[in-house]
């Protein structure tokens, strides 16, 4: 739930912040990551997270072209900033990627709802159906990483050692 004591600028703020750490994030996972596949998948978001980035900040220029984007200090998912630094699992960076990734979409759904301009609330809409794909592309993969007795072989697994 958006504070309703937020502004508009505050928003920005607060989904591009999100965005940068989603980037990083991602970049910092993948780092971690064995299969070739995933690493793939892994890259594919960091590269949308980009165009979400860009997204949000040209509009942000177009609705405030005089005002410098100020970001908080924290995005929308600060615990899994905090077990990128640690020695933190990959199965629980990716439940904590999950929780930023639906803490996105409902942040966006609600900022949707509060837009006044058309243009405004379809991007917001639009951007909450984005992070809503990439919950389900995470959880898919971390359902396979749950099925898999030991862990180890899902890191080395690629669908490229299976042939035509």
Wanted: charged share 35%; hydrophobic share 35%.
């Amino acid at each position: 739930m958006i504070d309703p004591k937020l502004t508009s600028l505050e928003i920005y703020g607060i989904a591009v912040k999100s965005e940068i750490d989603a980037i990083n994030a991602y970049q910092k996972i993948a780092k971690k990551v064995e299969n070739q596949d995933l690493n793939k998948k892994l890259q594919f978001l960091e590269g949308e997270e980009k165009k979400h980035r860009k997204l949000l900040e040209n509009r942000y220029r177009l609705e405030f072209p005089d005002t410098k984007l100020m970001l908080p200090k924290d995005g929308l998912a600060p615990k899994l900033n905090i077990a990128l630094e640690e020695d933190t699992p990959l199965a629980r960076l990716f439940e904590l990627s999950m929780e930023a990734e639906k803490a996105s979409e409902d942040f966006y759904s609600e900022a949707a709802k509060r837009a006044q301009d058309q243009t405004g609330k379809n991007m917001l809409f639009y951007l909450s159906g984005m992070e809503r794909g990439h919950y389900y592309l995470l959880k898919s993969e971390y359902d396979l990483m749950q099925q898999f007795d030991k862990f180890e072989s899902y890191k080395k697994f690629s669908l490229e050692h299976l042939g035509p």
